[in-house]
């Protein structure tokens, strides 16, 4: 079964990082598609298998970024140097087609790291990442990184797992969307969204967090009109109910039949 994970929402960068990590253990929970239950969440964090001291050293040797909403880090095609560390906020990891139309690879958070797979440096970034709320991230260039893992096996151990994990991740996403219905995975992401975000209310379970229908549509590889036309069906047939910037989920038993087995 596909599963989303997800995590809370960080606050505002200007808050130190330092502080704000502890106060976060170091990490969060990412949101990606994945059929394998113990990938909810994503990889553990990197910063949980390094001792405060090595901590310290990792954050000494890069340079901190501060993001707003919306700002790009990295882009597809660009130089690839080093990886991010993400210590508060969201980043949304992303591949963009030549005919333009994107694809959500996944949302990172706390303790995760983006700009792999070539972590060292060289070559040119395979996708694009971007905030996609207010984040602070720690750049570590390659040359420094490559010092690092050499002084710190934790750090070494923490890069393969990760490396690891996204690998299976991006494998399993290229899967399902060549076996999964584009229905069946809507229908299974509004479950998912209302198990992690679902407020109860007077009209129906709410999904509490804001994600527009371009961010859905980015997760299912679909349209934005798509998912646009989807969901009005869906209120016609009494299953949802779309309302400004939220969504309220009526009927989850028809959505469960829907991801179970539906054609586009």
Same mark, same amino acid.
């Given at each position: ?10 606050? /505002? ?16 929970? &990412?949101?990606? #598609? ?5 990938? @909810?969440?994503?990889?553990? &964090?990197?910063? /949980? ?12 040797? +890069? ?6 909403? +919306? ?14 560390? @993400?210590?508060?906020?969201? =980043? ?10 994107? =694809? ?5 958070? *706390? ?11 060289? +070559? ?10 207010? &984040? ?15 002084? =710190? *096996?934790?750090?070494? @151990? ?7 994990? !996204?690998? !299976? ?19 299974? #992401? ?9 407020? $109860? /209310?007077? /009209? ?11 961010? =859905? ?11 646009? @036309? &989807?969901? !009005?069906?869906?209120?016609? !047939? +009494? ?16 959505? $469960? ?8």
């Amino acid at each position: 079964m596909q599963v989303f994970a997800a995590a809370r929402e960080s606050q /505002d960068p200007a808050t130190p990082p330092a502080s704000r990590q502890r106060s976060e253990g170091g990490g969060g929970r &990412s949101l990606l #598609l994945t059929e394998n239950v113990r990938s @909810i969440g994503g990889p553990p &964090s990197l910063f /949980d298998a390094l001792s405060p001291v090595e901590r310290e050293t990792v954050i000494k040797c +890069g340079r901190r970024q501060v993001l707003y909403r +919306g700002k790009t880090l990295f882009n597809q095609g660009a130089r690839h140097d080093g990886i991010f560390l @993400i210590e508060t906020g969201r =980043i949304r990891v992303f591949y963009t087609a030549p005919s333009q139309r994107e =694809i959500t690879l996944a949302y990172w958070h *706390p303790g995760n790291f983006v700009g792999g797979p070539e972590v060292f440096g060289g +070559g040119l970034h395979q996708w694009s990442g971007v905030a996609t709320s207010n &984040s602070s991230v720690v750049h570590l260039p390659g040359k420094e990184l490559r010092k690092l893992v050499v002084e =710190i *096996p934790n750090l070494a @151990i923490g890069l393969i797992e990760g490396l690891t994990f !996204k690998g !299976k991740c991006y494998s399993t996403l290229a899967q399902m969307l060549g076996t999964r219905s584009i229905t069946q995975r809507l229908a299974h #992401l509004l479950l998912h969204l209302v198990e992690l975000y679902g407020v $109860e /209310d007077a /009209d129906g379970r709410v999904i509490a967090a804001a994600f527009t229908h371009a961010d =859905i549509a980015h997760m299912v590889g679909a349209t934005r009109q798509w998912v646009t @036309i &989807s969901l !009005k069906r869906m209120q016609e !047939k +009494g299953i949802v109910l779309t309302k400004r910037s939220q969504i309220v989920v009526w009927r989850p038993d028809v959505l $469960e039949e829907m991801r179970g087995q539906a054609a586009d």
